[in-house]
């Protein structure tokens, strides 16, 4: 495997100031011809040598200055084409043959449909053409997509249309890019495709025709992504300064993907699942992804697209720049309490095991195999975090003048997180060199919190330490901002100094810092109030500490914070045999019964504060795992709180029920707590739970209630399930994503049994092991389900397929194969069986997947 470095950085020695692409599209071959004007880099070492990518082309030709090239004059070898001899400007043209209709990898021009279209994020170019595939040569495209007029009336590509025009059977449209771009951002479609057309007036007044694209049938999906995306337009103006640049912006909806979403320059293409929605297809948290996403890619068009990476290690750059975009967008379209607690809650349970495991990287890595298995929770979800804690260093006016800053000097430029960096500290004034550790340091700090009461003094020490990670073993102190208040016993905030001031940002620099405050009387730290660091957070809080905390603090994290640490106390003492469950039932019983009084405030709050942990996030905190302890605690403990509050989940369960459809946020809080109710109500056996499913199932006002009803009757195995699950595919066979859930919903079922259902959905007809999103729904699915996963069966079936996804499409298998990462923690008889059957998918694998499994392994 060869390994990229950081430290080996230099700058191309030959530029492309334009690239003149004619795609040719026949059935069975593509015929690609490009013409690159080449320019010596000023910026570079004198060199007359230059290396183009190339992945699986067929070379027709090769011309350099109008002179054909012969076989002896280049070398095309391992995926590069070196010329020597060029002089200080170039004009290279190469005609090259590709078949897209042969490529499952989904990476480079492939078909999805009866479509063809593009992903070139991060090395997908290379696969089309000739080229210095890396983000650091920013190119002037123009480009003509010729193919059958019949079949492919569609033909897109970056920028503006230019020309266009038939010949005979077929047809060609020329466009033309006015923005210089690194050629990931290149993209391409032609298709016979339905089109939702509006227009956006931009804040200097320039017109701009949006088109969101789907197949025909999807037509009535595209509504919200349109309203999405007019207000991701208007809310960068607003917020950011940004404005659009093109006089056209696309979406393509294509049904298979890798990702979510991809920003190419002017025409973005969207994994279905992230741009159609319809109340009755698409649940709640889908029209918010739609939402969200649609926002991300566009935020893109400038944190990314007008200012880019220099190269792949500063991907943080711009997608954990445009995370924290996304998450302000949402936070200011819909509630910022939940949404805030909503990212937390995914940070917390999905990027802090990856920071604490065997694929632990920096934000900024230092190395790499294959860049695609880097696009990670750390890259983006870590990455926002270390972007939000600037916003707050600098406060929100000195942050926009910092990225007004950014935008304005680097704009066109390929540039690092140290460039973003440094318009922080510019603006602002602060020295941010220890700051700048987060994004060269891996792994979750650790901050423990003592406190001590002496008199009329309160005082809080805190001690940072950062376990080692792979390949890092030594680590310094972070700059960590801790927000604070101190409750006292009525929940009400003191004050913290002699001004009176009730909320406070202490700057954490050094390993051990403590400090004191006047106050006398007795209180509850509120730590870390709006989670304003990712570390963890360890303090020695009493019970009634926690219950004043998740019943009175004005911070919706430090409220869901309290309430997840009240579950894991008592989940961790079942699973050691140390408590009853129906004792801790009781116990936390008042506590929630005062959220659920508390619920008509805010039902999406209360949702998310009533939800258990995870078997995973159980699972994560006790080693050696013993999944099936880890099951049976967490089914016990579910049980006794669905018996001790039945009336209330039954009462909710009743009277959330809306008679008529709304898309609002009030609404999609009170579905979200009225299956969370239902679903208590059936783990407490109550025996109106089956009816109310069935009811709900049976008479829908959209997706939510359907597949809430559903999942709550699948997995608690109540009467009418089955019928419930041959309906539903009856009925939704012919909606792709809505068969997805279907098949999550079944992979999902919590226990050992599950392995058998997940053999006969892999062998189901409308299983398709070349779509990512149906080989997510249930591999996905099954690698979220420990009690299942962690069975021989289990690892058998796990790995088996594995390798066939591995076969088709090496970046899919490279991510399904992150489900391993807990290996280390298994007790020894598991782990041993895993072990070995992951050895021998290693020994077979692809390069994506071999460096995740052989992190992995060790
Ligand atoms: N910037 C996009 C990344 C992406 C991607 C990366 C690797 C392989 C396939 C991919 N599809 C999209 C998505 C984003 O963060 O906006
Ligand atoms: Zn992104």
Not at 137 to 156: E, I, N, Q
Not at 414 to 429: K, L, N, P, Q
Not at 558 to 583: I, P
Not at 676 to 698: P, Q, S, T
Request: with cysteine; hydrophobic share 40%; proline share 5%.
């Amino acid at each position: 495997a060869v390994t990229t470095r950081l430290s080996d950085y230099q700058p191309p020695a030959y530029l492309v100031d334009s690239v003149n692409l004619d795609v040719d599209i026949r059935d069975g071959v593509t015929t690609v011809t490009s013409e690159l004007a080449l320019r010596r880099n000023p910026e570079a070492a004198v060199s007359d040598t230059m290396s183009f990518n190339g992945e699986g082309l067929v070379i027709r030709s090769l011309a350099l200055d109008g002179k054909v090239l012969e076989e002896g004059e280049y070398r095309y070898e391992n995926g590069e084409l070196r010329l020597s001899g060029l002089p200080e400007q170039a004009t290279l043209i190469s005609v090259v043959d590709i078949e897209p209709e042969k490529n499952t990898a989904l990476e480079g021009l492939y078909m999805s449909n009866g479509m063809y279209c593009t992903q070139c994020e991060a090395q997908g170019f290379r696969h089309i053409t000739f080229f210095p595939d890396r983000p650091d040569v920013l190119s002037r495209f123009c480009t003509t997509v010729r193919a059958d007029k019949k079949r492919y009336p569609l033909l897109l590509s970056n920028g503006n249309p230019v020309e266009q025009g038939e010949e005979g059977e077929r047809h060609w449209v020329t466009w033309e890019d006015p923005f210089p771009k690194p050629c990931y951002l290149f993209a391409l479609v032609a298709g016979n495709l339905a089109c939702l057309e509006d227009r956006f007036v931009t804040a200097s007044g320039r017109e701009v025709a949006l088109r969101l694209y789907a197949e025909h049938r999807d037509l009535d999906k595209l509504d919200h992504a349109m309203a999405s995306l007019k207000h991701a337009m208007r809310w960068d103006e607003q917020t950011y300064g940004r404005e659009y640049d093109l006089d056209i912006y696309m979406i393509v909806a294509v049904s298979h993907f890798n990702m979510g979403a991809m920003e190419n320059k002017g025409l973005n293409i969207f994994n279905t699942s992230c741009v159609l929605a319809h109340p009755a297809t698409t649940t709640d948290a889908g029209f918010q992804r739609v939402e969200s996403v649609v926002a991300h890619e566009y935020f893109h068009n400038w944190s990314g697209n007008r200012v880019t990476c220099r190269d792949w290690f500063q991907l943080s750059l711009k997608e954990g720049f445009t995370v924290f975009r996304d998450q302000m967008f949402s936070a200011d379209m819909n509630s910022a309490a939940v949404q805030r607690v909503n990212d937390v809650d995914f940070l917390v349970n999905h990027q802090f095991p990856e920071d604490q495991g065997p694929m632990a990287h920096p934000v900024r890595p230092a190395e790499y195999q294959k860049i695609d298995n880097f696009y990670t929770l750390t890259i983006y979800e870590k990455g926002a975090e270390i972007v939000r804690m600037q916003y707050h260093l600098l406060g929100a006016e000195s942050f926009r003048k910092a990225t007004d800053l950014y935008f304005d000097r680097f704009d066109g430029q390929a540039v690092t997180c140290d460039d973003f960096v440094d318009c922080m500290e510019e603006v602002s004034g602060m020295d941010m060199g220890q700051f700048r550790r987060w994004y060269s340091q891996a792994g979750t700090p650790i901050l423990s919190v003592t406190s001590e009461q002496s008199g009329d003094t309160y005082s809080l020490t805190f001690r940072q330490q950062t376990p080692p990670t792979p390949g890092q073993s030594d680590k310094q102190p972070l700059v960590i901002p801790v927000r604070l208040a101190l409750l006292d016993k009525a929940g009400e905030p003191v004050a913290l100094d002699d001004t009176g001031l009730r909320e406070t940002v202490l700057i954490l620099r050094e390993q051990e810092q403590t400090f004191q405050f006047p106050v006398g009387q007795t209180v509850t730290p509120s730590l870390l109030r709006g989670f304003s660091a990712p570390v963890v957070l360890e303090f020695d809080y009493r019970a009634d500490q926690l219950a004043t905390l998740l019943a009175h603090d004005t911070d919706g994290y430090c409220r869901w914070s309290a309430a997840q640490r009240l579950y894991f106390a008592a989940l961790d003492r079942l699973v050691t045999g140390h408590g009853k469950a129906e004792d801790e039932a009781l116990k936390l019983a008042p506590v929630l019964e005062q959220v659920i009084e508390r619920a008509g405030e805010d039902a999406a709050q209360a949702a998310l504060l009533l939800t258990l942990p995870t078997e995973v996030a159980l699972g994560d905190r006790h080693t050696p795992l013993d999944p099936s302890a880890i099951h049976s605690a967490h089914q016990q403990l579910k049980r006794a709180l669905g018996r001790a509050l039945q009336a209330q989940w039954l009462s909710l369960s009743e009277n959330l029920l809306a008679t008529e459809l709304q898309m609002d946020g009030v609404a999609m809080g009170r579905r979200q707590l009225r299956n969370l109710a239902l679903d208590y109500l059936a783990a407490g056996e109550h025996k109106e739970a089956a009816r109310i499913a069935v009811e709900l199932f049976e008479l829908p006002l959209c997706m939510t209630e359907e597949l809430g009803a559903l999942r709550v009757l699948v997995h608690h195995r109540l009467p009418g399930a089955e019928l419930a699950l041959k309906q539903f595919a009856e009925k939704w066979k012919e909606e792709a994503l809505v068969m997805d859930q279907w098949f999550s919903v079944q992979a999902s079922v919590p226990g050992e049994t599950t392995v058998e259902s997940v053999a006969a959905l892999l062998e189901h007809p409308a299983f398709d092991w070349k779509v990512p999103n149906r080989v997510r729904s249930v591999l996905g699915a099954l690698a979220g389900n420990p009690s299942a996963f962690n069975t021989d069966e289990g690892y058998a079936l796990f790995t088996r397929a594995l390798a066939t996804v591995d076969a088709l499409n090496p970046q899919i298998a490279a991510r399904i194969g992150n489900a391993a990462a807990r290996l280390h923690k298994l007790e020894s008889g598991r782990q041993r069986a895993f072990r070995t059957l992951l050895q021998g998918v290693n020994d077979k694998a692809s390069p994506n997947l071999s460096e995740v499994l052989s992190r992995i392994l060790g």
